[in-house]
């Protein structure tokens, strides 16, 4: 991938509270790949979900953490007793259906049968497709979340593979106002202003308060240098290119 | 985590969620009806356990047993003891449609429009939003999901109805927009897409639909905005029309 601006260290500041999260997700990651292999790539249901549970469930607890939801999504038919099987837990700080309760880490149930009505057949959503295609860390959104969250979204995903085979993704979800108080500090450190945009341009969060988050940045030619990983074509901006991430810190230029 | 490209299952997450406040036996009641009018609940399908019903309502097992009974006693569920038994949605739509009825007469023509404002100031911002917000890839998959509705019955075609509404809210990136018109849609949903029971307003459901489409892949919320007003003014229109023949058959 090409850059145009170098990442200096202003800009990696932006980077780590993503990076932090990143971090704990191939944690587990690494965890899961040790399941797998111990047992020969054919965990049962059980094993899948107490492992997935002692290891998100600690994290999710953390005081200040920007995870409110996380666990494993397998792939279809990966485990064959439970073909869609979700292995997802929601923190005590998600609000989703905990309307005058709340305050409890617990599991979000889902529908794994394809024949009822409240079934998703999940690979087709944009964080399973997209990091299951390029094979790399994805963040999806900011987007509204009312399945899981019920509130304005990123999810981080990671893609599994044993023996070369996919057998899922693993990842969490974070908030947009949680992720906005995290990165404004780091922005602002940067000269001349700042915006991070994902890879259909959409505002994660940016220095102008006039710039809201989830509208779009609009500017001739922003989408294509943002899909081609290319380099600047665009006025006034210089875009640099996370790897892996599909986000995109554009950088106002000062002009003197 | 899991988006939004079928609000069903988000709306039906809506339906379980926990009440506070009093005559719940009645709000659970309202709810799980409601959901079975909307079509969230199908016919057929298996509602959550006397214990499971009070845990998720967060209310206590005594009254779920009473909002049970309530439902079965209109014809909307039915129990079967057993191995495999519990409370079944009931198939019938007659008795649904009959549901439904009797709540459009229940409902004065006054507080029916006031829904209508609020649905309609609901559903305008979230259309005119989606046209500044949408990328191409939402385009596409709006495009892609109001392809995918069928329009047959009345119950499928209030399914894409209240799909495409909380879709296109999404779209405006505003949680508490869609939050409020999950609430509302709850609420009146089944009311409001009366009109539906006849296929020339399903079809012009899906024209409209069709229209909102358009405006937002053209980027123009004043034209997303004035297709969606239209729409629902219409249905409102209808709806008032039903109420008035329903009262005039048996005052």
Redesign the interface.
């Given at each position: 991938m090409s850059s145009v601006a170098q990442p200096f260290s202003e800009v990696a500041a932006v980077a780590r509270p993503f990076a932090s999260v990143l971090e704990r997700v191939e944690a587990w990651h690494e965890s899961l790949s040790a399941l797998l292999g111990s047992t020969g790539g054919n965990p049962t249901v059980a094993q899948v979900d107490a492992l997935i549970e002692s290891l998100v469930v600690p994290d999710l607890s953390e005081r200040d953490t920007l995870i409110v939801?996380a666990g494993f999504?397998c792939a279809p038919g990966f485990l064959s007793s439970a073909p869609w099987h979700l292995s997802?837990w929601l923190g005590k700080f998600n609000s989703?259906?905990?309307?005058?309760?709340g305050g409890v880490t617990r599991r979000l149930e889902?529908?794994e049968d394809p024949g009822?009505?409240?079934?998703?057949d999940?690979t087709?959503?944009?964080?399973w497709r997209v990091p299951v295609e390029s094979g790399m860390p994805h963040i999806?959104g900011?987007?509204?979340?009312?399945?899981?969250?019920?509130?304005?979204?990123l999810?981080l995903t990671v893609p599994v593979y044993h023996a070369g085979a996919l057998v899922g993704v693993i990842?969490a979800?974070m908030y947009a106002e949680d992720v906005e108080r995290a990165l404004l500090p780091a922005l602002r450190a940067i000269n001349g202003g700042a915006t991070l945009v994902n890879r259909?341009?959409?505002v994660v969060v940016s220095t102008d308060p006039h710039r809201a988050?989830?509208?779009?940045y609009r500017e001739e030619g922003l989408?294509a240098t943002l899909k081609s990983l290319d380099t600047l074509a665009v006025r006034n901006i210089a875009p640099v290119l996370w790897g892996g991430t599909s986000l995109a810190l554009l950088l106002e230029l000062v002009t003197a | 985590?899991?988006?939004?490209?079928?609000?069903?299952?988000?709306a039906?997450?809506?339906v379980?969620?926990?009440?506070?406040g009093a005559g719940r036996a009645e709000v659970v009641e309202r709810r799980l009806s409601d959901a079975i009018l909307l079509g969230?609940?199908?016919p057929g399908?298996r509602l959550p356990s006397e214990a499971d019903l009070s845990r998720?309502f967060?209310v206590a097992t005594v009254t779920a047993r009473e909002a049970l009974e309530s439902l079965r006693g209109r014809g909307l569920v039915q129990t079967r003891r057993g191995r495999g038994g519990g409370s079944f949605v009931r198939s019938k739509s007659d008795a649904h449609l009959e549901v439904i009825e009797e709540r459009v007469r229940g409902i004065s023509r006054v507080e029916l429009r006031d829904l209508g404002v609020h649905f309609a100031a609901l559903a305008a911002m979230s259309a005119e939003l989606a046209a500044?917000?949408a990328?191409?890839?939402?385009v596409e998959g709006l495009e892609r999901l109001v392809a995918s509705f069928a329009r047959d019955t009345d119950g499928a075609a209030r399914r894409a109805e209240n799909t495409f509404r909380?879709e296109v809210?999404?779209l405006?990136?505003?949680?508490r927009l869609?939050?409020e018109l999950?609430r509302l849609q709850a609420e009146f949903g089944p009311v409001l897409w009366l009109n539906l029971r006849d296929q020339r307003y399903r079809d012009r459901s899906a024209e409209r639909q069709a229209a909102v489409v358009t405006a937002i892949a053209a980027a123009d919320p004043a034209a997303a905005r004035r297709a969606t007003l239209e729409h629902i003014d219409e249905a409102v229109e209808c709806l008032v029309d039903a109420k008035a023949e329903l009262e005039a058959r048996s005052p």
């Open positions: 939801g999504v997802w989703f259906g905990a309307i005058g309760r889902a529908s009822s009505d409240s079934f998703r999940y087709l959503l944009e964080w999806t900011p987007y509204v979340d009312y399945l899981c969250t019920d509130e304005y979204t999810t990842g979800d259909v341009a959409r988050t989830g509208s779009l989408l | 985590m899991p988006q939004s490209t079928r609000a069903r299952s988000a039906r997450a809506a379980f969620a926990p009440l506070d969230l609940l199908a399908e998720q967060n500044e917000r990328s191409g890839d939402d909380l809210a999404a405006s990136q505003s949680a869609v939050r999950l």
